[in-house]
């Protein structure tokens, strides 16, 4: 069974730091492009960090640029998501998602991805 299982989330102050990690089982996921979206209470999915499958190269939305990593660790079929600086607008649901095959302009959105986590909380208070 393919599973995308994520931990890490938790309550923060507004300046924080989590790490958010993926742990993928099933088949490996080295040769896939990893994601990481959210969705606040009323909000749609939103992507926030990718990692490209061919060239390792990292995409990221605006509104993270500079606080959030993503990483990738082969050994492990796992992918981390390090938030720095955390605001409370950051707060939402985050996901762990997986494309075996996808096209840069789907990678901004949930659609392009075909495995999903089940979403941990991120709650950052002011």
């Known amino acids: 069974q393919v599973q995308l299982v994520e931990s890490g989330g938790g309550l923060v102050q507004t300046g924080g730091s989590l790490r958010l990690s993926c742990a993928a089982s099933?088949?490996?996921?080295?040769?896939?492009?990893m994601g990481w979206l959210r969705q606040a209470p009323g909000k749609e999915r939103e992507f926030v960090a990718a990692?490209?499958?061919?060239?390792?190269?990292?995409y990221y939305a605006d509104s993270v640029k500079g606080r959030f990593t993503i990483s990738r660790d082969s050994a492990k079929n796992s992918v981390y998501l390090q938030m720095n600086d955390l605001k409370p607008e950051d707060t939402a649901v985050y996901y762990c998602?997986?494309?075996?095959?996808?096209?840069?302009?789907?990678?901004?959105?949930?659609?392009?991805?075909?495995?999903w986590g089940q979403g941990t909380q991120v709650t950052v208070s002011s």
């Open positions: 990692l490209w499958r061919n060239t390792g190269k990292t």
């Open positions: 998602a997986a494309a075996p095959t996808i096209i840069l302009s789907n990678l901004f959105n949930a659609r392009g991805y075909g495995y």
């Open positions: 099933g088949r490996t996921f080295n040769r896939d492009t």
